[in-house]
Structures are given as C-alpha cells and as structure tokens.
C-alpha cells in the first residue's frame, strides 16, 4: 500500500520541476506557432475558403482528373486541390523554423511524444504532459484563425470522397511511421543543430506529398485536433487518431528493434525500464536530475 503513495510522489516531484514545465510551455507555444503559420498559409491562398460560385476559372486547376472529386461536401474548394505544392512547402518551413525558435529538443507532435516513451527515452507521465501542451496549442493556433479569417473549414482533415477509410489510415500510418524514423534518426545520428530541423521539415514535406489529396494529411494529431475542435467536426478523425498512433508504435520498434538495435537481451531493456522508473527513495533523486 505504500508503494502508490510514493510513485504519485514520484510522478508529482517530476512533473512540477521547472526543466517539465518549461519543457510543457515551449510544446504549447511551438505547436502554436507552427500551425498558426502553416495554416494561414493555407487559408490565405486564393483559393481557399471561397464558394465555387466566387471563384474566377483561372483560380480553379484545370485537370483534377487524377483527384478524387467532391472532396469538400459544404461546396468549398480545398486549397490542397489548386496549389499542392504552395502546401507542402508551407508546413515543411514553417516545422523546421518552429523547431529552430523554440529549441532542437521539442517534438511539436503527439506522435513523436509517443514514440519517445515507448522507446524508454521519455517517461509516461512527462509524456501526456508534452501532448497536452501540444493539443493545446493546436486549438489555440486554430482560435486564433478562426477569430482572424472568421473560417477554418478549408483546413479540416477529411477524408477524400473514393477513398476507404483503412485506405486513409494506411496512409496516415505510413506518412507518420516515416516522419517519426527521421526523427529518431537525428537523434541516434549526431547532426549540426541547423540540420536536423531541416531534415525533419522535408519529412513532413514528403508526407504532404504523399497524403495532403488523400485524408488532408495528418500525421500530427494536434494539427488534425486543433481545426476539429474549433469547428466541432470530428467526422472520422478516429482515423487520424489509429493512423498516428499505429505509424508512431511501428517506428518506436522499427528503430530500436531492428535499424539501430539499443539491448541485445531482454535483460537490458528491462534494466533501462527499471533505471527510467525507479521508485527507490534513495534513487529517485538520481533518476529525476537524469531527465531535466
């Protein structure tokens, strides 16, 4: 029975340090910042947001035919549909200038969060505050849009009309699954500090690429919450839950298991289990200066 007592203390003391709370208040405001950027981007676009009745034919592409149709059911254009490429641009810059002002060691998405507690480089309870800050930041930036531009449709993760739903998860699954790789990867693979939020940004870039005509492209969670939560339209965003989630457990295993194995017994991962939540009192001392 005094094994509870002590863990809540343990959790407790971790949390209200002030290394966590800083670490919880630069997710906050750089998952702000990022999707603040990249989304009014995306909102002020020409095409963006505007009835198809108001559009000239020179804002509107003229072949959509490799392009799912129907893709916005209020009868709104998606700006993903006239300039892809101004899309995939925006959110791979602004990630990488989100990640260069708040610091290299934020992770900005509940998918890295993840993958960092379950590959034993993040403890649980530090975890869940990082995406709460991150979550909240998503519907800050999506606020604070939607009180300037007055609309935040066009920038809703939907599922494109044709499109199965375990189609869309596999694609959010696959997009992420990559992005979290690459991030790993930096931190495994020392890299000059300019570089790797470089590196980071052309993943989410390429994930744009591959899913911005197919489910909008999550492969951020509190990218996909943030607009869904303003505008009180959670229409299938379990599928970016399930892709998100399944894309960061398959990368957490992936890089630790097989692309750059850490134990080589079971015995070692448990030991670094142990060290990452020891409840000793003589210990925890030890463990909690080992994280901030």
Request: glycine share 8%; aromatic share 6%.
């Amino acid at each position: 029975m005094m094994l509870v007592p002590r863990y809540l203390g343990l959790v407790w003391r971790d949390i209200v340090t002030l290394s966590c709370l800083h670490r919880f208040l630069l997710e906050f405001l750089g998952t702000a910042l990022f999707l603040s950027v990249s989304l009014s981007a995306v909102l002020m676009l020409p095409a963006a947001g505007r009835p198809r009745s108001d559009l000239r034919s020179a804002d509107i592409p003229t072949n959509l035919s490799h392009l799912p149709a129907d893709l916005h059911q209020s009868g709104l254009v998606l700006v993903s549909l006239a300039c892809p490429l101004q899309v995939v641009l925006a959110f791979g810059l602004s990630i990488a200038m989100a990640v260069l002002c708040v610091g290299g060691e934020v992770h900005l998405n509940p998918a890295i969060t993840m993958a960092m507690a379950l590959s034993l480089r993040l403890r649980l309870w530090r975890a869940a505050l990082y995406v709460v800050g991150q979550f909240l930041g998503g519907v800050a930036s999506a606020g604070l849009l939607l009180g300037l531009m007055g609309d935040v449709t066009p920038v809703l993760n939907q599922v494109s009309s044709g499109v199965q739903l375990y189609q869309a998860v596999a694609v959010e699954t696959l997009v992420t699954l990559q992005l979290v790789l690459v991030v790993m990867a930096t931190i495994d693979v020392p890299l000059p500090a300019v570089v790797s939020p470089l590196v980071v940004g052309l993943a989410v870039s390429l994930g744009h690429l591959v899913a911005v005509s197919v489910t909008g492209c999550g492969m951020n969670l509190a990218r996909s919450f943030g607009p869904a939560a303003v505008t009180l339209n959670f229409s299938n965003h379990w599928v970016y839950w399930a892709g998100s989630g399944l894309g960061a457990c398959l990368a957490a295993v992936f890089n630790d298991v097989l692309l750059r194995p850490r134990w080589r017994r079971p015995g070692d991962w448990w030991a670094e289990l142990k060290q990452l939540y020891v409840l000793k009192e003589k210990h925890q001392q030890v463990a909690l200066s080992h994280l901030k």
